[in-house]
């Protein structure tokens, strides 16, 4: 009988060979993460100094399998695609703008941190926690995301925000990449969610004056965000 010469494998036939050997010790053991129903909430909108800016939070991201692969080591991140669209009576409604945030983290099992990082349209930051807790609302919260500047917003218009998330695995380090192509980690994605109609207030300079000392500190005013209801 001859025998096989593993060395003489190729690279891609023994990662084949691995992968498809975890692939079947773990079938069972994983859950689908469309089970958990993640969805986004508490869509917030207002103005922070040049730009219109929304809040929202990513509800049941979480689950039991994301956060023990998390406390491995595996790099996960969430992205958010914000739009903002104006309500056309007549054609379809139109893009004014949008904004796609990617949340970051991972986890370094030697310094025992959490290593989280936030990148968007103007939009960059990176935090490092020791906390669990904390790691967690930063990967699900979303807070004063610019989606488009003032300017571009007609008083006469309605509009909307719109956001949908998702977890992104194709950009895992080997072997994460090759293990989570089986793994239904891939099928996370919420639906999309928006706010009722916002129009932005015509006398936002006389606003923006009555609310200098609120704008001076760095809040977000929504006194020049006008909502109604469907």
Known sequence: MKRTNFSRLKRHDLISLWVSTFFLLTMGLVSPVSAASPDVVNIGVGTKGKYVVMNARLVDGFT????????????????????????????MDSLVSSNKVQHRVQFDSLKKIYRFSELGKNVRRKIITRKESR????????KDIPIAPIYKLDPNEKYYVRVKADLETDRFWFPFNYIFFFVPFSEFETSWAQTSPLSIDPDLELSKQANGSRQKEGGVSTDVIRSFNK
């Not at 406390?71 to 669209?85: D, K, Q, S, Y």
């Not at 790691?135 to 979303?142: F, G, H, P």
């Open 135 to 142: 790691y967690q609302k930063l990967m699900l919260t979303l």
């Open 64 to 91: 039991e399998k994301i956060q023990e692969a998390i406390a491995n080591g595996v790099p996960m991140g969430f992205t958010f695609e914000i739009e903002l669209r104006k309500e056309n009576t007549v054609w």
